[in-house]
């Protein structure tokens, strides 16, 4: 391998890891709170559709003011969805497993995403609009950190930004202390005078937010035309990721990028010529969250490093 294909594998990484770290970032906050959402494949998918949708309607004017739509219109759709989940599992206390996997019908490849892409005939037309990169300050042409760090978009900037201030919220702040709290005992939480049902709505609305701005990215950047199920899987994969990075920010970011670089692998390797079979490289990812699942369930889980204890269970006052 010389230096070239490795920057063309970190900067494919880093490409197929952004949507992961900001919806990974975001389910992680759900389920600090209590709140396992299942469903976030399916908002991915309705952010992407409504983020596509949003960009075609600009049929002129600067791409960064309709991405900037976009990723706006998808962040506030990707809430709502989530918010259908806050009202069954935190209101009505409906089972959460159940409830996020009726979410991910309701909205996946045959539900509504797929539905507003009929509607809209998204299918029919090519993508007007794409989230434009950044010069940072004219340097985008330096060797391996101008195509890795100075030349991104804005929401591979932001998935960094919100991954810091994710770990700061979570063990430097008190409102950080009250939610790990909610997860992990909410009685307690409640007899201190936490507001359990607020912070388990707020923060898993914030993660359906993240969900759909996540979505966006597909259709803005990875692949700016529409098609059904254009996530492939990516909201498994954050949940998964969750569990890989024991609820910890930080470990997220790492955990994406390799799923990104595996995700990857198979279009920079074909760049070069180098043709493995394709459905090697197809079921890599999902291999790999196979084996981070069982590895973070098992032997590597005892380091007091196991999801919050109250994840997953209603709250009764």
């Known amino acids: 391998m010389n230096d070239w294909l490795i920057v063309a594998l970190v900067a494919s990484g880093i490409l197929y890891g952004t949507p992961l770290i900001i919806a990974a970032i975001g389910e992680l906050l759900a389920e600090r709170s209590g709140v396992l959402n299942l469903g976030v494949e399916g908002i991915m998918l309705m952010g992407a559709a409504t983020a596509f949708w949003t960009s075609q309607s600009f ?13 706006l219109v998808a962040a506030l759709v ?7 989940l806050a009202f069954a599992v935190i209101t009505m206390q409906a089972n959460q497993v159940v409830s996020g996997l009726a979410l991910l019908i309701l909205c996946g490849p045959l539900g509504l995403s797929s539905y507003l892409g009929e509607v809209g005939n998204l299918t029919e037309t090519s993508g007007l609009h794409r989230l ?4 940072l300050f004219g340097l985008a042409d330096l060797p391996i950190i101008g195509p890795l760090i100075l030349n991104q978009d804005i929401l591979v900037y932001f998935s960094w930004i919100l991954a ?12 950080g202390l009250h939610l790990r709290a909610v997860g992990e005992d909410p009685e307690a939480a409640d007899a201190m005078g936490v ?28 692949a700016p035309n529409w098609v059904d199920n254009v996530t492939a899987g990516a909201g498994w994969i954050a949940i998964a990721l969750v569990i890989m990075a024991f609820w910890r920010p930080t470990f997220v970011v ?29 079921a890599m990812p999902y291999v790999l969250t196979l084996m981070a699942v069982i590895a973070a369930s098992g032997g590597l889980g ?16």
């Open 164 to 175: 810091a201030a994710a770990a700061f919220y979570l063990y430097r702040t008190r409102a």
């Open 59 to 71: 049929v002129s004017g600067p791409s960064w003011a309709a991405a900037t739509t976009a990723i």
């Open 302 to 317: 005892k380091y007091n490093l196991k999801a919050p204890a109250a994840l997953g269970l209603p709250f009764r006052r």
């Open 195 to 222: 507001n359990v049902t607020q912070y388990r709505y707020v923060h898993t609305l914030l993660g359906g937010a993240l969900a759909g701005i996540a979505g966006s990215y597909y259709a803005l950047v990875i």
């Open 132 to 135: 434009p990169k950044l010069d």
């Open 254 to 282: 790492l955990g994406a990028y390799l799923f990104g670089i595996v995700t990857s692998l198979g279009f920079t390797l074909q760049a070069l010529g180098i043709n493995w079979p394709s459905e090697i490289f197809s």
């Open 78 to 84: 990707g809430a709502l969805t989530a918010a259908l």
